[in-house]
T-cell receptor
Framework: GAVVSQHPSWVICKSGTSVKIECRSL??????MFWYRQFPKQSLMLMAT?????????EQGVEKDKFLINHASLTLSTLTVTSAHPEDSSFYIC???????????FGQGTRLTVV | AQRVTQPEKLLSVFKGAPVELKCNYS??????LFWYVQYSRQRLQLLLR??SRESIKGFTADLNKGETSFHLKKPFAQEEDSAMYYC?????FGAGTRLTVKP
């Protein structure tokens, strides 16, 4: 099946710094990617839809200036957590649907810890 | 608004027993419904989608538009079925149900 890879798998950063998380579709092109946030023992919460070549669409309540999304190519979307704070610590997951299909493939996730 | 509800956070059955994980949805359009599974220390993966009407690992799920449900069923649970199961409406996920199959 199709592969979606996230990098890094985990990151620790200091409060006030910014962190970039990459999501790559390795063997297919993805015009759309999705970013989720998952709190411990909770479900995946859709944060935003990343669209190649255009602005991301954010879900209600998600700060677009806080979570910057860039989808510069058909195989790469990035999520930058700006001026991170401890409450931003979470598990971030991306997914991408394979072209022509409805199934979404998921990255392995990135655990962000802000200290 | 799109909403998907999984009423059971935890479900425990014995090996060989039938299992049903419930999923209800709310959507004004034509829904695309999926079941995803996450085994321990693994990434999320697709288990079933309603349009394919297939059986995967013995699991089936039927879309009932009248009851707005998409329950996941398996007649004889196995220990290796223990995992977290998520019902998804388009790209939105339910809260998930942790299934434990006891020996």
């Amino acid at each position: 099946g199709a592969v979606v890879s996230q990098h890094p798998s985990w990151v620790i950063c200091k409060s006030g710094t910014s962190v970039k998380i990459e999501c790559r579709s390795l063997d297919f092109q993805a015009t759309t990617m999705f970013w989720y946030r998952q709190f411990p023992k909770q479900s995946l919460m859709l944060m935003a839809t990343s669209n190649e070549g255009s602005k991301a669409t954010y879900e209600q309540g998600v700060e677009k200036d806080k979570f910057l999304i860039n989808h510069a190519s058909l195989t790469l979307s990035t999520l930058t957590v700006t001026s991170a704070h401890p409450e931003d610590s979470s598990f971030y997951i991306c997914s991408a649907p394979q072209p022509g299909g409805t199934e979404a493939f998921f990255g392995q996730g990135t655990r962000l810890t802000v200290v | 608004a799109q909403r998907v509800t999984q009423p059971e956070k935890l479900l425990s059955v014995f090996k060989g027993a039938p299992v049903e994980l419930k999923c209800n949805y709310s959507y004004s359009g034509s829904p695309e419904l999926f079941w995803y599974v996450q085994y321990s220390r693994q990434r999320l993966q697709l288990l079933l989608r309603h349009i394919s009407r297939e059986s995967i690992k013995g699991f089936t799920a039927d879309l009932n538009k009248g009851e707005t449900s998409f329950h996941l069923k398996k007649p004889f649970a196995q220990e290796e079925d223990s995992a977290m199961y998520y019902c998804a409406l388009n790209v939105r996920f339910g809260a998930g149900t942790r299934l434990t199959v006891k020996p």
